[in-house]
């Protein structure tokens, strides 16, 4: 649909081994104010992320809600799996910032 869009995404980790890890995910937009995101294949096969903000009084206030589900073979890497989620997430909100404001100014 118009409000889904899917992605094949790779994570390289170079750690003492190199790993290399892909999933699917579905990015669904809920609302103007709501995005969820569930992982459809991969070792977080079921994770799922829900971004939502609201205004407050000038600012904006972000929630983020992350149920990360890992399987056995890759739960020794939840530590870099998790920081990089922080890093994707970071430019979620970006984008979803410049999305508002882009709003806001027409």
Same mark, same amino acid.
């Given at each position: =649909?118009?409000?889904?869009?899917? *992605? @094949?995404? *790779?994570?390289?980790? &170079?750690?003492?081994?190199?790993?290399?890890?892909?999933?699917?995910? /579905?990015? *669904?937009?809920?609302?103007?104010?709501?995005? @969820? %995101?569930?992982?459809?294949?991969?070792?977080?096969?079921? &994770?799922? !992320?829900? /971004?939502?903000?609201?205004?407050?009084? &000038?600012? %904006?206030?972000?929630? !983020?809600?992350?149920? +990360? #589900? +890992?399987? +056995?073979? =890759?739960?020794? @890497?939840?530590?870099?799996?998790?920081?990089?989620?922080? #890093? !994707?997430? %970071?430019?979620?909100?970006?984008?979803?910032?410049?999305?508002?404001? *882009?709003?806001?100014?027409?």
């Amino acid at each position: =649909t118009d409000n889904e869009v899917i *992605t @094949l995404e *790779t994570f390289e980790f &170079s750690t003492i081994f190199k790993n290399k890890i892909e999933q699917k995910a /579905i990015h *669904t937009k809920i609302s103007d104010y709501q995005l @969820l %995101t569930k992982i459809i294949s991969g070792p977080a096969k079921n &994770s799922e !992320i829900l /971004i939502s903000y609201e205004k407050a009084e &000038s600012n %904006t206030k972000v929630n !983020i809600e992350i149920d +990360l #589900r +890992l399987n +056995l073979k =890759t739960n020794f @890497l939840y530590p870099l799996i998790k920081k990089w989620y922080k #890093r !994707i997430m %970071t430019g979620v909100l970006y984008k979803m910032n410049n999305e508002a404001l *882009t709003k806001g100014m027409n």
